[in-house]
């Protein structure tokens, strides 16, 4: 059984950073594509990065709006994937998912973005950034 559990949120000011984790089980990575997405109320949910980690090693892929401030990696030893989010911005504020899904074509490219193609969701972690 897939199991996703999210920590690591938090009330912060523009500019500071946070980490945020889910920890994972049920599932070997190889097969998988992980992901990150976020929501606020009113709005569709939005995918912020993914990863895919296979033998010869990892292929991610961000959302432009996350591009130089945002970090997506996995802990495989600790069965952990890892959000680094940095210089955030008000913009940044809402809550965020992590999810998992079988391995699909496209997961660490645009196609990867969209949360339809994504199974299995964590309860999700609030970040709220204050200017």
């Known amino acids: 059984q897939v199991q996703l559990a999210e920590s690591g949120g938090g009330s912060v000011q523009a500019g500071d950073s946070l980490k945020l984790s889910c920890g994972t089980s049920?599932?070997?990575?190889?097969?998988?594509?992980m992901g990150w997405f976020r929501q606020v109320p009113g709005k569709q949910r939005e995918g912020i990065a993914t990863?895919?980690?296979?033998?010869?090693?990892?292929?991610?892929n961000l959302h432009d709006s996350v591009k130089g401030r945002f970090t997506i990696s996995l802990d495989n030893a600790k069965k952990t994937l890892f959000l680094q989010m940095n210089d955030l911005k008000p913009d940044d504020t809402a809550m965020y998912y992590c999810a998992a899904s079988r391995l699909f074509q496209g997961c660490t490219t645009k196609t990867g973005l969209e949360s339809e193609r994504w199974h299995y969701w964590g309860q999700g972690t609030q970040v709220t950034v204050s200017s």
């Open positions: 990863l895919y980690f296979g033998g010869s090693g990892s292929l991610h």
């Open positions: 049920g599932f070997t990575y190889s097969g998988y594509c």
